[in-house]
């Protein structure tokens, strides 16, 4: 159990749509990466923030944005959705320290679009 | 050139045999690697983390790493069939924040 919740679980869209996906990390927890994960892919690196502030970003466009929260919950919003974007979108956080480097995921968000 | 390259597999393995997992990068600036199970339908966890060069063992798990040769494995001993699963390798990218490039996976099938 790492503490990462993520929601909703499932969610199904249509094309052009907009989507926002939730993840609350453990208290403490102040940078969390988004990832989407392909089938049979392993995980690509969207963005990352720290302190509410994106610190990085991975090769996506502008369409995908986040949000980081005072309480460092975040959020990952995908707008003009296209069927590639059907994915698995984990949530990953630091719990900082001597496991700075480490990173843990929530369940994910497993998105489809039709 | 990817970044994090591992075999797909399937690597098929006898219950209570070596597993070995391997795994070569292309950043040779890198420092900190890691290896995650995913079992099918859920999100990846975090099983090894290994910062030096040679081997860290954590229970059944050992992870070996040689920078020089840019390769990282993970082998698990008396392998098990709960030990199925798809493994993942990691590799933080060298300076900056806190990225992770990963590979595509090894399925790994442990039979009775």
């Known amino acids: 159990e790492t503490g990462v919740t993520q929601s909703p679980t499932h969610l199904i869209k249509t094309r052009g749509q907009q989507v926002t996906l939730r993840c609350s990390s453990q208290?403490?927890?102040?940078?969390v990466s988004w990832y989407q994960q392909a089938l049979g892919q392993g995980p690509q690196f969207i963005f990352q923030?720290?302190?509410?502030?994106?610190?990085g970003r991975g090769n996506f466009p502008p369409r995908f944005s986040g949000l980081q929260f005072p309480n460092y919950s975040s959020e990952l919003n995908v707008n003009a959705l296209e069927l590639d974007d059907s994915a698995l979108y984990l949530c990953?956080?630091?719990?900082?320290?001597?496991?700075?480097?480490?990173?843990?995921f929530g369940p994910g968000t497993r998105l489809t679009v039709l | 050139q990817k970044e994090v390259e591992q075999n797909s597999g399937p690597l098929s393995v006898p219950e209570g045999a070596i597993a070995s997992l391997n795994c070569t990068y292309s950043?040779?600036?890198?420092?900190?690697f890691f290896w995650y199970r995913q079992y099918s339908g859920k999100s990846p966890e975090l099983i090894m983390s290994i910062y030096s060069n040679g081997d860290k063992e954590d229970g059944r798990f050992t992870a070996q790493l040689n920078k020089a040769s840019q390769y990282v494995s993970l082998l698990i001993r008396d392998s098990q069939p709960s030990d199925s699963a798809t493994y993942l390798c990691?590799?933080?990218?060298?300076?900056?924040?806190?990225?992770?490039?990963f590979g595509a996976g090894t399925r790994l099938a442990v039979h009775p």
């Open positions: 990691a590799v933080k990218i060298s300076g900056g924040y806190n990225k992770l490039i």
């Open positions: 950043d040779r600036g890198s420092q900190s």
């Open positions: 990953a956080s630091n719990p900082g320290g001597g496991r700075l480097n480490e990173q843990f």
């Open positions: 923030y720290y302190r509410e502030e994106e610190n």
């Open positions: 208290s403490g927890h102040n940078t």
